[in-house]
């Protein structure tokens, strides 16, 4: 079952925070986060594993509720470099063989 | 450390003429390999995975195949392309629970 995200686009000035949720209507074992700029792969961002996590790095952060089956990604103090398209994707299993999947994602445009 | 290599990095074919696509991936043994479809503008559309040697699972039936020889390549082959083909095609690894991307291969289909 796809993970629905949301907002599906939100446009911020620079300096400004986002949030962008990641919901899944099954039990969850991971949530991996990913940003996509304009005509390029998707880059991994971080993935959070069942038991509640939290992680961040730089002003990128993430929380997996496994309980509420949802995660949440954190920019804060947004930067021009933050535009892109934010994907997270969900497997359901510890087993290395399970797929993860992608929600529809969710546009984030920087304004200066 | 691990890359992961794609070939070649822009395509346009005509209708109805074959394809293939190549993955290769490095510094790593037995990853679970995947191919990707994203058309312009929208979601990732997985189409097909692995998790070892000639062991191909497929995600959603079309007239694409792909195959997977050595440990580290993954190959992505169709007979007659259509023009719904068209789109941005990645392959991902796997080694434990996180996944990468290659640089992907951008196909026109004409």
């Known amino acids: 079952q796809q993970p629905v995200q949301s907002p599906q686009a939100v446009i911020l000035r620079e300096g400004e925070d986002a949030v962008i949720n990641c919901s899944s209507s099954k039990a969850l074992y991971s949530v991996h986060w990913y940003r996509q700029k304009h005509g390029e792969a998707p880059v991994f961002l971080m993935i959070l594993l069942k038991g509640g996590e939290q992680k961040g790095h730089d002003k990128i952060s993430a929380s997996f509720n496994e309980k509420k089956q949802q995660s949440s990604l954190y920019l804060t103090a947004s930067q021009l470099s933050y535009s892109g398209t934010y994907f997270c994707?969900?497997?359901?299993?510890?087993?290395?063989?399970?797929?993860?999947?992608f929600g529809k994602g969710t546009r984030l445009h920087i304004l200066p | 450390s691990q890359t992961i290599h794609q070939w070649p990095a822009t395509l346009v074919q005509p209708v109805g003429s074959p394809l293939s696509l190549e993955c290769t991936v490095e510094?790593?043994?037995?990853?679970?390999l995947y191919w990707y479809r994203q058309a312009a503008g929208r979601g990732l559309q997985l189409l097909f995975y692995?998790?070892?040697?000639?062991?191909i699972s497929s995600e959603v039936p079309q007239n694409l195949s792909a195959s997977r020889p050595q440990d580290r390549q993954f190959i992505l082959s169709s007979k007659k392309l259509l023009l719904s083909d068209s789109g941005f095609y990645l392959c991902?690894?796997?080694?434990?629970?996180?996944?990468?991307f290659g640089p992907g291969t951008r196909l026109t289909v004409l």
């Open positions: 994707g969900t497997a359901g299993r510890m087993n290395r063989d399970d797929k993860i999947i």
């Open positions: 692995s998790v070892g040697i000639g062991q």
């Open positions: 991902a690894w796997s080694e434990t629970n996180e996944q990468f």
């Open positions: 510094g790593t043994s037995n990853p679970n």
